[in-house]
């Protein structure tokens, strides 16, 4: 977004000036359309400005910005902008404020309180303080956190590992790389914090081979951890230990299952594992492993240290807390949304994200990464929370919100879905190695009216098949997108007046 640029010339205009400022890079807000953004610490509190390009920063210093001054890009303090003032930031409370490799900046706004008091505890009652937060996995499975853990907790190894999945590769998703590169202490945290509740002395951090940034950042901060003692053979004087490692995938999909990440993580070649055993009794290297989201770990400091009710006041029925909601696609304002389960889609598109940045209708939103459904703008009253969402036949997934307006063609969107699918197969199971290209030539035959009727049923007949046949969720997920865009949008495909 140029925000080095900008940074740069803030720093030279100063030197010029010969005034005193310090820069801080403290990453992204999620206000991504008011990005780059300058916010000075003044004494009545951060004062935004934005999108700032590097020709504007000579007329900001003119303006006398760093008092507060007035500018056609003056946006007022930060915290009172409406789209961030209106959030439930439990996860990324810290966030776009601090400097993300800085500790001393991270223990000044709270961080490590939540290890400080899991130290205190015996590991049951850290994973009792998780169950009852009613913390499910943000990953997209939505499994809940205490479960897993007390399994492992309870299963006896003389090694046990805490894996946390940053492999985050679904089309519209950004949250674990902005907690990653934003605010990594708090992913480190809450894994340090899972490896003392279970009995764990390893951690890995599995990332995608797209984020370098992340990288970077998750490296300085092990390192400055180890050194102050919050990570390495005797955590915070506790005689306990706990070691975290960042190791980097190839770029595969299909590692963003759980068990082909453990089978890339032992050096394999990222294949699907049967199950049972789950990773929780037989993971990596056939120990008892956590396994969770980036999301999921980072949640957890905060849940320890205000106890798992104060985390289990926010959200709804069986979703208990917040979620970090990713807006993307055909949007004015894109952007990260972290709210209470409940919200509905169309608050989503359209109270934060300001419809389409097109100015044309929304035709269409797909929930839950490139496997999600496609819903209508008729059924966009829906609640994010997993109960409700499957129940209109879709999936709540990492987050990731795509938008659509009425250009889109959802036939070739359905056939994208079954490429996709063919493309990242591991290849293990016939249903969706075989059937996601299959997929796509019935489609193909579909959109060309070769036996347009006959075709439909099939690919019906097929989906059904990749559905429950499938042996993990890739091919067994790819026919929801499919599916929803045959019910919602039969015209796209030409199928105007059939029973769909």
Known sequence: MGAEAVAGEVADQAKRRRMDVEIVRNGSRGLYWLEPMVEVATESGRLAYGPVAASDVASLFEAGFLGGGKHRLALGATGEIPYLKLQERLTFARVGIIDPVSLDDY??????????????LAGMQVVDEVTASGLRGRGGAGFPAGIKWKTTLQTAAKQKYVVCNADEGDSGTFADRMIMEGDPFVLLEGMTIAGLAVGATQGYI??????????????????????????????????????????????AYICGEETAMLESLEGRRGMVRYKPPVPAVEGLFSAPTVVNNVITLATIPVIIEKGGNFYKEFGMGRSRGTSPFQLAG????????????????????YEYGGGTASGRPVRAVQVGGPLG???????????????????????????????????????????????????????????????????????????????????????????DTMTNASLCALGGLTPLPVMSALKHFPQDFGLVGERT
């Open 330 to 349: 055909n949007l004015k304002h894109p952007g990260l949304v972290e709210k209470a389960f409940g919200v509905t889609l169309r608050e989503l598109v």
């Open 107 to 120: 223990l000044a706004h709270g961080g490590y309180r939540g290890l400080e008091r899991a130290l205190g």
């Open 206 to 251: 599995y990332l995608r081979s797209e984020y370098p940034h992340a990288l970077g950042t998750l490296n300085a901060a092990i390192a400055t951890a180890v050194t102050r003692g919050y990570l390495g053979e005797n955590v915070r004087g506790s005689g306990k230990a706990f070691r975290i490692e960042v190791r980097v995938g190839a770029g």
């Open 373 to 463: 459904s496609y819903f209508p703008d008729s059924m966009l009253d829906v609640a994010m929370d997993y109960e409700a969402v499957a129940a209109q036949g879709g999936i709540l997934g990492h987050g990731g919100i795509v938008v659509f307006d009425d250009t889109v063609d959802l036939a070739r969107m359905a056939r994208y879905a079954m490429e996709f699918c063919a493309i990242e197969s591991c290849g293990k199971c016939t249903p969706c190695r075989i059937g996601s290209t299959r997929g796509m030539e019935l489609i193909d035959h579909i959109i060309g009216n070769r036996d347009r009727a006959a075709s439909a049923a099939l690919l019906r007949d097929l989906c």
